[in-house]
C-alpha cells in the first residue's frame, strides 16, 4: 500500500524559507514521477513542483527561482525548499505521485507566510 506524510509546514514570515518534506512507504521514489501541489481556500489544486525518474525537474511559473525539488532516494524521501516566500504561498501542500493509473495523495502540511 502506497502512502505519502508530508512534513515541515507552519507559519513563516515573508522573505523566509521553509523546507517541506515527503515520506513515501510501499513504493521507491525514485522510479516514480513524483510532485507537490498545493490547494489555498477557494482555489483548485495546482502543482508547484515534479521531479521525474532520471531527475527531470518541473515548476510553475509562480514559483520559478524561488522553489527547489529534490529528492534523497536511500531515505526515499522528496523535499521542496521553499525560498523568498510570498503571502500567495500560503496553502495546503501535498505529495503526489501515480501508480498503474491510480493517484496516491498525502494529507498535507500547512504553509502560513503571514506579510
Known amino acids: 500500500q502506497v502512502q505519502l506524510v508530508e512534513s515541515g509546514g507552519t507559519l513563516v514570515q515573508a522573505g523566509g524559507s521553509l523546507r517541506l518534506s515527503c515520506v513515501a512507504s510501499g513504493t521507491l521514489i525514485s522510479n516514480n514521477l513524483m510532485g507537490w501541489y498545493r490547494q489555498a481556500p477557494g482555489n483548485e489544486r495546482e502543482l508547484v513542483a515534479s521531479?521525474?525518474?532520471?531527475?527531470?525537474?518541473t515548476y510553475g511559473n509562480s514559483v520559478v527561482g524561488r522553489f527547489a525539488i529534490s529528492r534523497d532516494n536511500a531515505k526515499n524521501t522528496m523535499y521542496l525548499q521553499m525560498n523568498n516566500l510570498k503571502p500567495a504561498d500560503t496553502a495546503a501542500y501535498y505529495c503526489?505521485?501515480?501508480?498503474?493509473?491510480?493517484?496516491?495523495w498525502g494529507p498535507g502540511t500547512q504553509v502560513t507566510v503571514s506579510s
Open positions: 503526489n505521485t501515480r501508480l498503474g493509473g491510480v493517484g496516491y
Open positions: 521531479i521525474g525518474r532520471g531527475g527531470t525537474t
